[in-house]
């Protein structure tokens, strides 16, 4: 059977309102971002950016996230990601940097019945003479005692019994008067504020900084991933 054009058009799309709305809804599914976005941050970024990664996905439920956690800094083109997430001064400078101004923080923290049997350290010298907890990084290694104020800079050797997997846990030891820790605000905050512990030489310890998702400028980011994009720039933007 021989078939016009015309006709041609008409089985193939069909008419009426019915139609029209399959070829809407066809658009509406390809103009919505779907796939993979892959993401590679240190364990502190995980923990900031993990909120807006919900809100978004609640927003673009067709789109997939993978938030991998690591100690040491990825090439990030090279292993497949996305975006990588560090400390804004951390970021390499041929990336684009989106800050989600975030601060960090490490501070120094100890139980007062600790602080009440030893001397309360002024200086990071005075660090050396105490029992100090410390935090094995994700990438294996005992995180560096780094701190200054005022264009001083000290990184204190110091040393203790107790070596654990997180600042975390080393947060949860000081507060049961078994040293002092050196861990991340946000972690030390209950304690802090149920007085479990006190924070000491508060001018040593300024903010470090916020934490930044970056990407590679010269490569063409998949829909998913401008739309994560998009929807950072805007919460940073909002908050």
Not at 15 to 37: C, N, Q, T
Not at 50 to 55: D, F, G, K, S, T
Not at 64 to 80: Q, S
Not at 105 to 128: H, N
Request: net charge neutral; with cysteine; charged share 25%.
């Amino acid at each position: 059977m021989f078939l016009s054009p015309k006709q041609v058009k008409h089985f193939s799309l069909g008419s009426g309102p019915r139609s029209l709305k399959s070829i809407e809804g066809v658009h509406e599914l390809r103009d919505r971002p779907a796939g993979l976005v892959r993401i590679n941050a240190s364990s502190w970024g995980a923990g900031r950016l993990l909120p807006i990664v919900l809100e978004f996905m609640r927003s673009y439920p067709d789109v997939r996230v993978d938030l991998t956690c690591e100690g040491r800094i990825v090439d990030i083109i090279a292993e497949g990601y996305d975006a990588g997430l560090r400390l804004e001064s951390m970021v390499p400078q041929d990336m684009i940097a989106v800050p989600l101004g975030i601060p960090e923080t490490l501070i120094l923290i100890a139980a007062p019945t600790y602080l009440e049997a030893r001397s309360t350290p002024k200086t990071p010298g005075d660090l050396l003479s105490h029992e100090c907890i410390r935090a094995r990084l994700p990438s294996g290694v005992i995180m560096d005692w780094e701190m200054g104020r005022a264009g001083e800079y000290a990184q204190p050797k110091v040393s203790g019994k107790l070596v654990v997997g997180s600042t975390e846990l080393a947060a949860k030891a000081a507060a049961n008067g078994v040293g002092i820790a050196y861990t991340d605000a946000r972690e030390a905050a209950p304690f802090l504020e149920r007085g479990d512990v006190l924070q000491i030489m508060e001018d040593w310890t300024p903010s470090l900084g916020s934490e930044a998702l970056y990407y590679p400028a010269t490569r063409l980011p998949s829909a998913a991933f401008k739309a994560f994009v998009g929807f950072v720039r805007a919460k940073r933007v909002k908050d």
